[in-house]
């Protein structure tokens, strides 16, 4: 249990439970309650900044690791570990761009949309704010293997922290045939064991829930609270790209729900703190295919209710969902889970965030990602669902034209190539294949390659014709 001294401790999510534990503690849920667990700080003594702008000063000294990380330049905000403790490899150097184009696709003024863009980490996607995050706990309790189930991002993460620092090996599980090439060639050159088992994601969630437990193996995924804390940070540098302003919301694909979770907590804190004098609106967006908070949120009307959610609502659907026998199924694979781990934080951040739930189509969320890469930022399908959840709000008149709107984009385009080839195709057997057995009919706004004989003259025609 944590000490009354402790400046930092983890403690049940459950107002009506409130267990704490020690900091060096290894857990992924209350043992008193079973619900999930928070870092907490005790921040009267620990004294943070009185001003966001503080943090500005880290700039000059980029020369140092901790500064220079998107994740621990803000270290005063996520104090659980010491310096000398913390693990870095470059993470968080992100880029929040104005996307005119892309905000006249979503229906908004031209200035007012914004794209967080995470496909600049190390390892290609978010994760890597998490996973820095993770490792330096899992190197304060002197862990020396680390595991995790992925559909590919978090993988492809805990594989390049432990090659580059060299120190834990990685275990990796996956389920069969739902790992893009782009994200399983990430594990293997990186030299982790990869375990594929013969199921889904959820399969592979409780088996390697089962091998941490059994083997002692440090438990990475986002049900880990210290992942979390690194994934607020994401938001950190979002305010930073806005000069400190908060938006009006922020757009986020739905997939285990550890980001939109982390934003709530992140928003919370700073709140608490008098850092922001207000806190966005959330949205959070699931793929039609894997829509498990839409289900539970809209149409069944579950709700954090202030720490007391009906989980009868969740236990009920997902009695539902093993007699259908129903796996989750989309194009977006990151975001591919029936049973998000992080769902009461989520809720909880909902309610903190006056927060929404859409769902959108494999068709939608292709037709934003050919929006989002003829913008120059190109991004995986689930990256893309936060841009078509944000159209369709728009649409419904829920976002309104001139607020300012942060969409999240994940991972990169190369997480998953095929996907992206397939659209832009003009083989339609190929584009078939990939994206019609996904619900994907066409593909309005497809690049495709011009085919021309190998003639000078004919190229030149080509080329006048199409430019």
Sequence with gaps: MAAKTDLAFQKCISPRCGTTYAIDEVRVQCEACGDLLDVVYDWDRLRPPTSLMYFEEKWTRRHDPLCFSGVWRFHELLPFAPQSQIVTIGEGQTLLQSAPAVAQFVGIQSDRLFLEYEGMNPSGSFKDNGMSAAFTHARTIGASRAACASTGNTSASLAAYCSVTRLMKAVIFI??????????SQALDYGAL??????????????????SRELGIYLVNSVNPFRLEGQKTIMYRVLEGLRWQVPDWIVVPGGNLGNSSAFGKAFSELYELGLIDRIPRLAVINAAGANTLYELYDRRGLRWNQGAPNLDIVSSYYAELDQ????????????????????????????ACDGVVREVTDQEIMDAKAQVGAGGLGCEPASAASVAGARLLRHEGVIGANERVVCILTGHQLKDPTATVAYHTTDQDKFNEVLGSRGVQRAAYANRAVAVPNDFDEIVKAIQLYS
Excluded: W
Aim: hydrophobic share 40%; charged share 30%.
């Design 324 to 351: 259908a026998r129903r796996r989750a199924s989309t194009i977006a694979s990151a975001i591919e889970i029936n049973r998000p781990v992080n769902l009461n934080k989520c809720l909880r951040a909902l309610e």
């Design 175 to 184: 389920g069969t045939g739902k790992i893009s090439y782009g994200k399983l």
């Design 194 to 211: 990869t375990v594929q088992i013969a199921g889904d994601f959820d399969d592979a969630m409780a088996r390697v829930k089962e091998a």
